[in-house]
């Protein structure tokens, strides 16, 4: 039980701390000119604190406690993130008039490297418990 609570905490951090660095910086360069009409003045508090919440808990389930190294963490943090990401925005791709292929190729990357290290770092705290 601490493993897991441990596991989950550090990948909550760690995914949330970075994503939050990329999403501040990338906004203004990548989102706002791609698909600025379809942007909220402001994030919605709610659904982002349920996505983190709910995204961390699967990254522990289906990355870290499957994974005896940390490279099947690794592995493991990169399949779901390019399968979890790759669902968004290829689904976009798919329904939205004008979703910008950048924004899809971009997204689907950064997901399965956030994911990634997002695991490798709930793996590595869980195990110096």
Do not use: E
């Amino acid at each position: 039980m601490i493993k897991a609570a441990t596991a989950y905490a550090a990948t909550l951090a760690c995914f949330l701390s970075i994503d939050a660095i990329w999403l501040t910086q990338m906004t203004g360069w990548l989102y706002r000119p791609l698909i600025g009409p379809l942007l909220a003045d402001s994030v919605v508090l709610v659904p982002a604190v349920l996505f983190y919440l709910l995204y961390a808990a699967g990254i522990v389930a289906l990355a870290i406690r499957p994974s005896n190294h940390w490279q099947g963490a690794l592995a493991r943090g990169a399949i779901l993130g390019l399968t979890a990401y790759g669902t968004y925005d290829l689904t976009n791709h798919a329904t939205l008039k004008d979703w910008p292929l950048a924004i899809t190729l971009a997204d689907m990357v950064w997901g399965t490297a956030l994911t990634a290290i997002g695991a490798v770092a709930g793996y590595g705290a869980a195990r110096a418990v």
